[in-house]
Nanobody
Framework: HVQLVESGGGSVQSGGSLRLSCVVS????????MGWFRQSPGKEREGVAV???????KYSDSVAGRFTISKANSNNTLYLQMNSLEPADTGTYFC??????????????????WGQGTQVTVS
């Protein structure tokens, strides 16, 4: 049974930083892709960043250069370091995981392994 639990959200002023964490349990795929998605008010959920088992990363144009995705295999945790935050970054952030080598900022390929979300508010 795969579980993903996010934490680290909160309220921050424009220009500030936050680090999100996602503890992943029960996930045993050797080849995998993990990612962060967000849903802003009135908008559909969108991909923010993904990372595969080799450490290859991809970012959306809106966060490239400001956000960094990383993973710590020692504690099965996925991170999203968010710097230079803007009001447009406000939303609920979700982590997701999938097995296999296909790794893109596409919500539909992540199927059922999702966290419950953590709220980020930038004012």
């Amino acid at each position: 049974h795969v579980q993903l639990v996010e934490s680290g959200g909160g309220s921050v002023q424009s220009g500030g930083s936050l680090r999100l964490s996602c503890v992943v349990s029960g996930f045993t795929s050797v080849s995998y892709c993990m990612g962060w998605f967000r849903q802003s008010p009135g908008k559909e959920r969108e991909g923010v960043a993904v990372i595969d088992n080799d450490g290859t990363t991809k970012y959306s144009d809106s966060v490239a250069g400001r956000f960094t995705i990383s993973k710590a295999n020692s504690n099965n945790t996925l991170y999203l370091q968010m710097n230079s935050l803007e009001p447009a970054d406000t939303g609920t952030y979700f982590c997701a995981a999938k097995g296999g080598s296909w790794c893109e900022l596409l919500e539909q390929i992540f199927l059922r392994n999702w966290g419950q979300g953590t709220q980020v508010t930038v004012s």
